[in-house]
């Protein structure tokens, strides 16, 4: 069985600032990670994903995640937030033999101006 | 490439009513995969098919079932809806060669409403 936790449902952040969104997996088998975004009334848009290739992965937006296998956390980080990155942020956890996106609660990030 | 398409956007069923959803993914795609989002257990694997066969199906009642056909647009149907049925249903289509690691593209969702 695989899970992702998500570390607070809500994040508020000033514009300008650092951007952290945690999240921890559980997988019984090596996982495979990924964030997604999703604006009001809209799908879900892919930022970045870990595919074993580098524990370090940048991804679209200026967002990046750093695979931490001791840790069994995949943070999503920005150095600098703008007001457009307000948004509900998803990590998910996928493993071998299986496309299906087991996904966290999700987190409400607001960027104060 | 035009992206994946959900229809219909909105919509609006009673209870015991019966509703099929459509997607149609990237053009090339192979495999499409849906998602259940509610605010109460967020987002749910519903199930994925890949050229015209269900490969993996998640835990919901038998009430809920697709299809796929040889274009690789898909179809989804409820029946004898119930009220928490209400949701967001996402569609994503993904290109098929590497399974796990594979990029799902999602759609802009279907909302049902059951009343």
């Known amino acids: 069985a695989q899970s992702v936790t998500q570390l607070g449902s809500h994040v508020s952040v000033s514009e300008g600032a650092l951007v952290l969104l945690r999240c921890n997996y559980s997988?019984?088998?090596?996982?495979?990670l990924f964030w997604y975004v999703q604006y009001p009334n809209q799908g879900l848009q892919l930022l970045l994903k870990?595919?074993?290739?580098?524990?370090l992965v940048k991804g679209i937006n200026g967002f990046e995640a750093e695979f931490k296998k001791s840790e069994t956390s995949f943070h999503l980080t920005k150095p600098s937030a703008h007001m457009s990155d307000a948004a509900e942020y998803f990590c998910a956890v996928s493993s071998t033999g299986r496309r299906a996106l087991t996904f966290g609660s999700g987190t409400r990030l607001q960027v104060q101006p | 490439k035009a992206g994946v398409t959900q229809t219909p956007r909105y919509l609006i069923k009673t209870r015991g009513q019966q509703v099929t959803l459509s997607c149609s993914p990237i053009?090339?795609?192979?495999?499409v995969s849906w998602y259940q989002q509610t605010p109460g257990q967020g987002l749910q694997f519903l199930f994925e098919?890949?050229?015209?066969?269900?490969?993996n199906k998640g835990n919901f009642p038998g009430r809920f079932s697709g299809r796929q056909f040889s274009n690789s647009r898909s179809e989804m149907n409820v029946s004898t809806l119930e009220l928490g049925d209400s949701a967001l249903y996402l569609c994503a289509s993904s290109s098929g060669t590497r399974e796990a690691t594979d990029t799902q593209y999602f759609g802009p969702g279907t909302r049902l409403t059951v009343l």
């Open positions: 053009s090339g795609h192979r495999s």
């Open positions: 870990y595919t074993s290739a580098a524990t």
């Open positions: 098919y890949f050229s015209e066969t269900q490969r």
């Open positions: 997988s019984s088998v090596p996982p495979y």
